[in-house]
């Protein structure tokens, strides 16, 4: 890892947070479970600094969690949290946009999403014209789901 990300130091903090001693096997036993944008810039567990978009994962077997940036939880999980924080963005900058397929799926997986605001918006999510009814649930949904990632600390169900 470059740009002043240290993957020895990453892989040494989340084998000791692990129950297996091999990379490859403890990789494995973590997952994405929380993100949020930082307040305050904030180090990484690789030494990044500065960081903003902050992923928590969680250990399945130890029940241990733990803070990463964005760019490590993707080099380590190999999960797009990038995706989800560019949508996130772009509601962010303009209400009416749609949530990207990856961002409405972490969501309702972690139970912020209803069934019914899930479905409607992947039902919604290509569509550019929308009904006047259809926009203002859009911009509801999207005011929901920012103020969960606004409030540090954002999590599912486990």
Same mark, same amino acid.
């Given at each position: 890892?470059?740009?002043?990300?240290?993957?020895?130091?990453?892989?040494?903090?989340?084998?000791?947070?692990?129950?297996?001693?091999?990379?490859?096997?403890?990789?494995?036993?973590?997952?994405?479970?929380?993100?949020?944008?930082?307040?305050?810039?904030?180090?990484?567990?690789?030494?990044?600094?500065?960081?903003?978009?902050?992923?928590?994962? %969680?250990?399945?077997? =130890?029940?241990? @969690?733990?803070?990463?940036?964005?760019?490590?939880?993707?080099?380590?999980? +190999? *999960? &797009?949290?990038?995706?989800?924080?560019?949508?996130?963005?772009?509601?962010?900058?303009?209400?009416?946009?749609?949530?990207?397929?990856?961002?409405?799926?972490?969501?309702?997986?972690?139970?912020?999403?209803?069934?019914?605001?899930?479905?409607?918006?992947?039902?919604?999510?290509?569509?550019?014209?929308?009904?006047? %009814?259809?926009?203002? =649930?859009?911009? @509801?949904?999207?005011?929901?789901?920012?103020?969960?990632?606004?409030?540090? +600390? *954002? &999590?599912?169900?486990?």
């Amino acid at each position: 890892m470059g740009d002043g990300h240290n993957f020895r130091q990453l892989r040494e903090c989340i084998l000791a947070l692990s129950q297996a001693s091999d990379w490859e096997v403890a990789r494995k036993e973590w997952s994405l479970v929380d993100i949020s944008e930082a307040d305050e810039p904030d180090t990484c567990l690789c030494g990044h600094f500065p960081i903003i978009e902050i992923c928590q994962i %969680a250990n399945r077997v =130890t029940g241990r @969690r733990t803070e990463v940036g964005n760019r490590c939880v993707k080099r380590f999980l +190999g *999960f &797009r949290s990038d995706l989800i924080f560019a949508a996130i963005k772009r509601i962010r900058k303009d209400i009416t946009k749609s949530l990207n397929a990856d961002a409405i799926a972490f969501f309702n997986e972690r139970g912020l999403l209803t069934s019914w605001e899930c479905g409607f918006l992947q039902d919604t999510m290509s569509k550019r014209a929308l009904s006047p %009814a259809q926009s203002a =649930t859009r911009q @509801r949904i999207n005011e929901k789901v920012l103020a969960a990632i606004s409030r540090r +600390g *954002f &999590r599912g169900p486990d």
